[in-house]
């Protein structure tokens, strides 16, 4: 209750009508003599603690992860060329974080990222960063599964 009335700039009335109970009820449980809360009540304030409180935290997880600690993409993929030798050694990139991050945060579908993806995989793997391979361009042809952690 006192983060959403923080979020209401205190206004017991507003979030009396986002709660739909009473500005009296609202300003009981401010006062502390009410701290359980109904069924309804309890889901309500549950529903939009959430609804204010992790569009935050997911923001400030972005924030950092595009600015500092940047974000591992674990994908197994089908890349539209042919190289030689391979290697199964895990690796740790940390490049295009941001705009892969701002994308996701626009909205963009798992589809909408796989390019930018590749662009990033071909770019820190397979050409080192433009010191080796320069021109080549991988594309994924088919994705079996992609997750984004930060």
Known sequence: MK??????????????????????????YR?????????????????ETESEWQPQVRAQV???ASITSGMM???????????????DDGRERFTYTKQILELQATGA?????????AEAITE???????????GLRADFTHVVSIEFRF
Do not use: C, M, W
């Open 73 to 87: 993409v674990d994908v197994i993929a089908y890349f539209g060329f042919v190289g030689k030798g391979s290697s």
């Open 124 to 134: 820190s793997y397979f050409t080192e960063l433009g010191t080796r391979a320069k």
């Open 3 to 28: 983060f959403l009335l923080t979020r209401a700039k205190g206004s017991t009335k507003a979030l009396a009508e986002r709660l739909d109970v009473s500005r009296r009820t609202v300003e009981r």
């Open 109 to 117: 579908t798992e589809e909408e990222l796989h390019p930018i993806v």
């Open 62 to 64: 972005r924030e950092q």
């Open 31 to 47: 006062a502390g003599s009410l701290t359980t809360p109904q069924k309804r009540l309890q889901a309500a304030l549950v529903e």
